[in-house]
Each structure stands twice: as structure tokens, then as C-alpha cells.
């Protein structure tokens, strides 16, 4: 590039650190993808900003994407690039934005984070048999048999209780919409044991099936906690939340059936692209089976 569009390119940094009061950090940034840009610029006998078009801008994605940077970071790359034209076009020194219309590759959607079967029998069976243990365990039980969310265990009355005697529970989701998931003879059991601890917990005609210390409807925040105290007492390492068992029961029973639209149903999705994500999931334990036994995908094997 010539000295003047390196002058404009700093022109621009000394603008937006003094014009938008930008932090540092984000300055730094700007200035990096920039200087970025202008070297694959130099590399393409580009010299000047006027040279620029969507093309080049395009060819750019496409070289920084193969080099794996990932959707998110080219947007804000990309970001950068459209406000530097904008201001070159405020300046005159260019007559269009040639990024204004290039777009990143989507940024990939994070896998939920699951338990294996092994990790989740051992959260299942943690010692103890005071009310509060009897409790957790029913909980968890629950959330693992029935992929339930949070809210939904947590707005269960006692009187569920005849339902799921029956196997089954019916539950209010997202949207106030109702679906009725089946219940397991483990959680059956585990709930049972509860029912016999509850009473004694029992306040003022309180209606709710899980129970605080002082006998009310336990609190989002309590079962986050009580469910970090279980992993953290059965060795399990990283950050388990309610919400990591409702993914590993979906990816369980995914691995066994194949079924993603009772996935769905079971989750109560209303829309199956939301289910699919596990199908991901699926194919990462494929591809862990495939490279553990596969003769020729084995590390070492000629």
C-alpha cells in the first residue's frame, strides 16, 4: 500500500481512539485486523483503498476462514473493515463501502456440554439418607429421566405425584405450552423415598413437590447449588449446572434410538432444528468409537 493509504489507515485509528472513546483493548483490535488487511492488500499488489472491492474483501474471508478463524472473529474483523471505508467515504478518498455487503461464515452454534452414563450414574449415587440427601436425589433422578428444564421440576405440585406413580408427568414449558414426558422406575422410586421425608419438611399447607430447608418451594438458585455440591462431592470436575442433565438425557437416549423427532417431543422443542444440535453430539461419540477401533483410523497404523 502507499505511504498515504498507510497515513489514512492511521488517520482512521487516531479518529476512533479520540472521536468514539474506544478502550484500548478495542483499539488494539481495530488496529490489528486493519494492519491484517493491509498486508493480504500488499500481497495482492493492491496499493491503494480506491483498488479495494468486494472481491478482494471476499477472497479475504475466505483466507483468514481457512486458516480457521471462526465466524464470530471475521465479523468483527469485517466490522472493522466497514468502518474504516465509511470513513474513507466520508473523506472522499474511496466511492463505496466493498465490505458493506461481504458476510462472515456463520459463527457454529457451541455443543451443549453433557455428562457421559458414567458420570451421571455417579452423580445419582451419592451417599446419604437425611431428608435433604433423600431430596437432591429425586431431583436429579427427575431431571435425568424426564429431560426436564428447570422451571418446569421446580413448578411441580405435589399432585403431580398421581401422575407419575402412572410413569408418566405432565409439565408446562416455554410458551405455556403443556406435554406430558414419561417418568422412569428409578426417579419413581427416588421420588417415593421423598415423599416419605416431605412431610416433615412440610410448611403451612405448601404445595410444591421439592421442598426447602424451612418447607417452601425451593429456589432456582438452591438446586443450582445443591447440584455444583453433589458433582463436586462425587469427584466430577468442570462447572455441572440443572440444565447439563436435560442435554445428557436428550443425548443419551439420541446415542440409543436414533429417534430425534421423540427427542423433540420428549423435550418439547417446537422446532426440530433446535433438537438437531444433538445430532452433533451423536456423531462426535461416532467419530470417538470409529477412531478407537477403526483398523486404519488408529494413531500409528500404517
Not at 219 to 230: D, E, I, M
Not at 277 to 298: E, G, K, M, N, S
Request: with cysteine; hydrophobic share 40%.
Amino acid at each position: 500500500m502507499t505511504p498515504q493509504a498507510r497515513q489514512q489507515l492511521d488517520d482512521f485509528l487516531h479518529a476512533l481512539r479520540s472521536e468514539r472513546n474506544l478502550s484500548p483493548r478495542t483499539h488494539d483490535a481495530y488496529r490489528r485486523d486493519l494492519q491484517r488487511f493491509m498486508a493480504f492488500c500488499d500481497e495482492s499488489e493492491i496499493s491503494d483503498w480506491l483498488q479495494v472491492d468486494a472481491e478482494t474483501v471476499r477472497r479475504y474471508v475466505a483466507w483468514r476462514h481457512r486458516r480457521g478463524l471462526g465466524g464470530r472473529s471475521l465479523q468483527r474483523e469485517l466490522s472493522a473493515l466497514r468502518s474504516l471505508f465509511r470513513h474513507l467515504l466520508r473523506l472522499g478518498a474511496v466511492d463505496h463501502n466493498p465490505a458493506a455487503d461481504v458476510r462472515a461464515p456463520k459463527a457454529g452454534r457451541p455443543l451443549p456440554k453433557t455428562l457421559d452414563v458414567e458420570q451421571v450414574t455417579r452423580l445419582l449415587t451419592f451417599p446419604g439418607d437425611r431428608a435433604l440427601d433423600v431430596r437432591d436425589r429425586a431431583i436429579l433422578e427427575l431431571f435425568y429421566s424426564s429431560g426436564l428444564r428447570l422451571s418446569e421440576l421446580l413448578a411441580l405440585d405435589l399432585a403431580a405425584m398421581a401422575d407419575i406413580r402412572q410413569g408418566r408427568v405432565r409439565v408446562t414449558g416455554k410458551g405455556g405450552k403443556t406435554r406430558e414426558v414419561p417418568v422412569g422406575r428409578h426417579a419413581i422410586a427416588a421420588l417415593e423415598a421423598w415423599l416419605r421425608e416431605r412431610p416433615a419438611l412440610a410448611r403451612g399447607g405448601e404445595a410444591a413437590l421439592f421442598l426447602s430447608r424451612d418447607g417452601r418451594r425451593l429456589s432456582p438458585r438452591a438446586v443450582q447449588q445443591r447440584l455444583r455440591l453433589r458433582a463436586r462431592q462425587q469427584g466430577i470436575e468442570g462447572r455441572v449446572h440443572p440444565h447439563m442433565l436435560r442435554h445428557s438425557f436428550a443425548s443419551h437416549l439420541l446415542e440409543s434410538s436414533g429417534d430425534l423427532r421423540a427427542v423433540q417431543e420428549l423435550l418439547g422443542h417446537a422446532d426440530i432444528g433446535t433438537t438437531q444440535i444433538y445430532t452433533h453430539l451423536d456423531f462426535q461419540h461416532l467419530a470417538q468409537v470409529y477412531d478407537r477401533a477403526h483398523p486404519r483410523a488408529r494413531k500409528g497404523r500404517k
